[in-house]
Nanobody
Framework: VQLQASGGGLVQAGGSLRLTCAASGRRFSINTMGWHRQAPGKQRELVAAITSGGSTNYADSVKGRFTISRDNAKNTVYLQMNSLKPEDTAVYYC??????????????????WGQGTQVTVSS
């Protein structure tokens, strides 16, 4: 399963950005999808996650400002980021927990990561 992320950029504090991440591959299904971020000198942290059924989970620091959503038919997850703050500056990574099958029908579970997309919020 491959993940392709897009939508990062430079924005002023108080502005908005929308990140998109699409999963592709053969014979797979996706359970939880999420966004993580890593700022310089800091550990990667979970920002938000969403299950295939639509249950969501957010880091306290983004509650009320960020919204995660997904389109299961397109295997795509979105992160709408509003009221951005300079402390939101980081590389954002999408992640998806997948189940795929080999030609022989063997299931393979995996955690997949997309390439990072830079989000920079200026003060």
């Amino acid at each position: 399963v491959q993940l392709q992320a897009s939508g990062g950029g430079l924005v002023q504090a108080g502005g908005s950005l929308r990140l998109t991440c699409a999963a592709s591959g053969r014979r797979f299904s996706i359970n939880t999808m999420g966004w993580h971020r890593q700022a310089p000198g800091k550990q990667r942290e979970l920002v938000a996650a969403i299950t295939s059924g639509g249950s969501t989970n957010y880091a306290d620091s983004v509650k009320g400002r960020f919204t995660i959503s997904r389109d299961n038919a397109k295997n795509t997850v979105y992160l709408q980021m509003n009221s951005l703050k300079p402390e939101d500056t980081a590389v954002y990574y999408c992640e998806a927990d997948s189940l795929s099958w080999t030609d022989e029908g063997t299931p393979i579970a995996a955690r997949n990561w997309g390439q990072g997309t830079q989000v920079t919020v200026s003060s």
